[in-house]
């Protein structure tokens, strides 16, 4: 298994920017796909961004586009997703997670396996 924590998360104006870590430790040598998710109040878990752990390609949420990056350091044990102009409907829970069984969608939250504890971010107005 893959054991996960995030951190992070705080509270933010408007405009500001935070970045969130994800330390992976465990089997993470059969890792294919860590992501980003995030849960907010009375709606249900949406993809944020995600990224192929062996060859680094990334994939947003049209939502967060060009205001968010994910990356992952060269040792393949921490993930981060930094997050600039953020926005009041940013505010939520968000969850990182890893997924090693092939031939998913990875957009899907129901695709990963591990998942860290979440970590809340919430921007004011």
């Known amino acids: 298994q893959v054991q996960l924590v995030e951190s992070g998360g705080g509270l933010v104006q408007a405009g500001g920017s935070l970045r969130l870590s994800c330390a992976a430790s465990?089997?993470?040598?059969?890792?294919?796909?860590m992501g980003w998710f995030r849960q907010a109040p009375g709606k249900e878990r949406e993809f944020v961004a995600r990224?192929?752990?062996?060859?680094?390609?990334?994939y947003y949420a049209d939502s967060v586009k060009g205001r968010f990056a994910i990356s992952r350091d060269n040792a393949k044990t921490v993930m981060y997703l930094q997050m600039n102009s953020l926005k009041p409907e940013d505010t939520a829970v968000y969850y990182c997670?890893?997924?090693?069984?092939?031939?998913?969608?990875?957009?899907?939250?129901?695709?990963?396996?591990?998942w860290g504890q979440g970590t809340q971010v919430t921007v004011s107005s």
């Open positions: 997670a890893e997924a090693h069984r092939t031939y998913r969608d990875y957009a899907l939250w129901r695709s990963y396996d591990s």
């Open positions: 465990g089997r993470t040598f059969v890792t294919i796909s």
């Open positions: 990224i192929s752990w062996s060859g680094g390609s990334t």
